[in-house]
């Protein structure tokens, strides 16, 4: 199980910045696995069990997160990786839920960040995001302190998590 430290994480003072750039977005950063979105210039994306979220106002997320007290943290992508809300959007039109075995999460970030196959989970992303210099910075709503590790888990974690969310709506 690969580990990734997030380190020099600022809290989100001003959420203006989520209106300019790529961030990732890692909800419930206790959770194994957290879940884990996109937003570009001010647009939030998001593949879940039983749907997708796409261009949501990251103000009314932002809101949400403060709402439930959410631990989040913020990764904001280098202007280097040239995502496009186009793009964004163009990707996440060809999914319409995580399925077992074929989709995650990270599917669509990892087709629009054009990362290699083998990369199926988030520290996997972070860390390859980190080897490439695409990290610019980090921030964090509700969340302790300035330093954090991701909890390990593994990618069959993440399978049972997708069958039960989707077990958990019948």
């Known amino acids: 199980m690969l580990e990734f430290k997030f380190s020099e994480i600022n809290p989100l003072d001003e959420t203006e910045i989520l209106l ?5 977005w890692i909800w419930n950063v206790y959770s194994v696995p957290p879940h884990v979105g ?13 749907r997708k979220e796409c261009g949501l106002d990251t103000s009314s997320c932002v809101e949400f997160i403060n709402q439930r007290l959410m631990p989040t943290i913020f990764v904001q992508v280098s202007p280097r ?10 990707v996440f039109d060809n999914y319409f839920s995580m399925e077992l075995n074929q989709s995650t999460c990270l599917s669509p970030i990892s087709e629009l960040m054009k990362v290699p196959a083998d990369v199926r989970q988030l ?7 980190k ?13 302790r302190g300035s330093v954090f590790d991701l909890p390990k888990y593994d990618f069959n974690d993440i399978q049972n998590h997708i069958f039960e969310l989707k077990n958990a709506r019948r």
């Open 20 to 24: 300019k750039g790529t961030f990732l």
């Open 38 to 50: 996109l937003s570009s210039m001010g647009k939030y994306f998001s593949l879940k069990a039983n």
């Open 81 to 90: 990786m040239q995502l496009t809300l186009s793009d964004v959007q163009s």
């Open 123 to 129: 520290a996997q992303l972070l860390t390859y995001l």
């Open 131 to 143: 080897s490439n210099n695409y990290l610019e910075a980090f921030f964090s709503l509700n969340l």
